[in-house]
């Protein structure tokens, strides 16, 4: 059974910084593709950071140059480092990992199978 539970989350002033995690269990973070997303008030999610197993990544260009993506493979792990944050970066923020493995990245929702609970990150400005 996989599992993907997100932490960090909370408020915090613009040009402040936040850590996210997600702790993983049923999947490798160092294997299988995991990406965060974020679902604004009203909206869809949006793919924000992707990371595939050759350490390869990709980023929303919202947030390139703020955002980095990461893991932790001892702790199975991933975390989002996010600075300088930004009123629009406002929302629910979701850890999420597909099934296969493999080196590819990808920030489409339709991509993956498996996804955490969320946790809300608010910035004020």
């Known amino acids: 059974q996989v599992q993907l539970v997100e932490s960090g989350g909370g408020s915090v002033q613009a040009g402040g910084s936040l850590r996210l995690s997600c702790a993983a269990s049923?999947?490798?973070?160092?294997?299988?593709?995991m990406a965060w997303f974020r679902q604004a008030p009203g909206k869809g999610r949006l793919g924000i950071a992707a990371l595939d197993n050759a350490n390869d990544t990709s980023y929303s260009k919202f947030v390139e140059g703020r955002f980095t993506i990461s893991r932790d493979t001892a702790k199975n792990t991933l975390y989002l480092q996010m600075d300088r944050l930004q009123s629009e970066d406002t929302g629910i923020y979701y850890c999420?990992?597909?099934?296969?493995?493999?080196?590819?990245?990808?920030?489409?929702?339709?991509?993956?199978?498996?996804w955490g609970q969320g946790t809300q990150v608010t910035v004020s400005s």
């Open positions: 049923g999947v490798a973070v160092n294997w299988n593709g």
């Open positions: 999420a990992a597909e099934r296969y493995g493999g080196s590819w990245v990808s920030l489409y929702v339709d991509d993956y199978h498996y």
